[in-house]
């Protein structure tokens, strides 16, 4: 016997279950680690920090400035709980909010793919099915490349993870349990509030619980449904300041906003430029068809195919088939809704990355009884094909560093120049901190002005250190000697600036640029 298998066998029968699951989760943080410091302010953060202070002014100062506010109804509870920490133990110094905003996200995120695993070993009883289940969610590196900033999609990811835990936990093991009902209840109040689609995820919820009270004959449980849904409604209520005020009213409002948000802009997809809006099916389809590497697309649609032929040969285990039909209702129901009702989508299918859970769970599903019932030779090639799947990703996960989120996947040529001139990359410009660093690096003069194409300020001056402020925000094309851009709303061919006629800089990945510096002569 090897002296690890020793060492293991000495260990609690809990830490050798959740072993792979916390070596994952160690991995994760290493990989947050070293990519967070590198990246810089997105796009859409100093809005959403501004949605957390102006609520916290309201419910401390009682400055109603939140009431006019274009943003009001963004859901604030994730945002206001940031902005009391920042208060409680932060400096008054942007870039140690901004840095604490990324890994407080991205810790979330960890923790959040840690309850997945936890979630995968309660439903089969199988380590291989639940570091499958870990590795697939994951090794999505859109998704991974957001958990190192995106405080408004992935807390919302997260959230629906932690939902669908309290949910099994309450109603699909060996009885209900009141409990993990009300933990379910909180959940969903902090998952609509965060966004309002969360309210799919209680409906599902409650559907659930309704049918496994009949299925089990715990009629007097019933009960509890309207207690979940005071509690539910109460920490929505206690979380969002905006309802304090005409409270139905406003969350129609936050509703109706929400389904058809007023977002005027273009993104770009397959060298076309589509109107935000405009045919959902076809640019979120689109979407997730070259930013999902091409074996986990196949493993989710398999799984759903997998719990429709589970349904007509139905066999025992009615509470697993049960989750798994939430699951697909909380994913691929969802989807068809959102794509019904012709949301606005942009940037990506970033405002349905909270559907990927959901997809992945019946993926599992699938591999656990594949994994049961093939032959053992085949069991073996499966298993091998996965690791170096999941390998393949991580070498992707290497060339991209730390720009994860532009990943595409094995059917989009990265020839020299395609992906930019197809796709948008990087929308949210991550990459200008990495510029200014750069300019940084190489000037040396006392005060250096930069702008950016797309941008009247730059999120990135937020993250320099004293030391490094010399680099200045300009204000416009004459005081400015660098030129920055992420060619969002600007073509790479189309560099109409003459007054920036020398390309200085660019950073690439996978053949194209993410970012361009250009500089006056």
């Known amino acids: 016997m090897s002296a690890f298998r020793r060492i293991y066998d000495t260990l609690p029968r809990y830490t050798r279950q959740h072993l792979a699951g916390m070596l994952i989760t160690v991995l994760l943080l290493s990989c947050g680690a070293l990519s967070i410091p590198r990246l810089g302010v997105s796009w859409d953060e100093p809005a959403q920090h501004h949605i957390g202070r102006a609520n916290y002014n309201y419910i401390t100062k009682g400055d109603t400035a939140l009431f006019g506010m274009k943003d009001r109804v963004y859901g604030p509870v994730f945002e206001l709980a940031l902005v009391c920490a920042e208060e409680s133990i932060l400096p008054d110094d942007s870039r140690t909010i901004y840095l604490f905003r990324h890994y407080t996200t991205f810790a979330l995120f960890c ?47 997260c959230l629906q993870i932690f939902s669908m835990y309290a949910l099994y936990r309450a109603v699909f093991e060996e009885k209900i349990r009141i409990g993990w009902w009300l933990i379910f209840a909180v959940l969903t109040g902090i998952l609509i509030n965060i966004r309002i689609m969360g309210v799919a995820t209680w409906t599902a919820g409650l559907i659930a619980f309704t049918l496994m009270s009949i299925y089990r004959h715990e009629w007097k449980k019933l009960f509890w449904i309207p207690v979940f849904m005071l509690l539910s409604a109460a920490v929505l209520y206690a979380g969002w300041p905006l309802l304090w005020q005409a409270p139905f009213k406003n969350f129609a409002l936050a509703y109706n906003t929400m ?141 991209l560093f ?115 510096i250009w500089k006056k002569q």
């Open 259 to 399: 389904a058809h948000f007023p977002w005027e802009g273009t993104t770009r997809l397959f060298g076309e430029d589509i109107k935000a809006g405009a045919r959902p099916v076809y640019y979120a389809l689109g979407w997730m068809r070259v930013s999902i590497p091409v074996l986990s697309i196949a493993l989710c649609i398999g799984g759903l195919l997998f719990l429709l032929f589970r349904t007509v040969r139905f066999r025992n285990n009615t509470p697993l088939l049960i989750f798994g039909w939430i699951q697909a209702l909380c994913s691929w129901g969802v989807l068809c809704i959102v794509l019904q009702q012709g949301s606005v989508l942009y940037d990506d299918w970033r405002h349905l990355y909270f559907l990927w859970p959901g997809f992945v769970w019946n993926a599992v599903w699938l591999l656990y009884e594949a994994d049961r019932k093939l032959r053992p030779q085949l069991r073996l090639f499966m298993r091998t094909a996965g690791i170096v799947y999941a390998l393949s990703i991580v070498f992707a996960l290497v060339r």
């Open 111 to 157: 923790l959040a793919a840690y309850v997945f695993y936890c979630l995968c070993l309660r439903a089969f009883s199988s380590r291989g099915a639940a570091l499958a289940g870990m590795l697939l969610l994951v090794l999505c590196p859109r998704i991974l490349g957001h958990s190192y900033f995106n405080t408004k999609d992935i807390p919302f990811l």
């Open 402 to 516: 730390p720009y994860h989120y532009v990943y595409f996947n094995e059917t989009v040529p990265s020839r020299e120049n395609y992906r930019i001139q197809q796709f948008e990359m990087d929308y949210w410009g991550l990459s200008y901190y990495e510029g200014i660093q750069y300019i940084l690096a190489h000037d040396p003069r006392p005060e250096i002005h930069i702008m950016s194409f797309t941008q009247a300020r730059v999120p990135a001056f937020l993250l320099l250190k004293p030391e490094e402020k010399r680099a200045v925000n300009a204000g416009g094309i004459p005081d400015a000697g660098y030129l920055m851009t992420i060619t969002r709303f600007h073509r790479l061919d189309a560099h109409d600036l003459k007054e920036f006629p020398v390309l200085y800089h660019s950073i690439y990945r996978e053949g194209s640029p993410i970012l361009q």
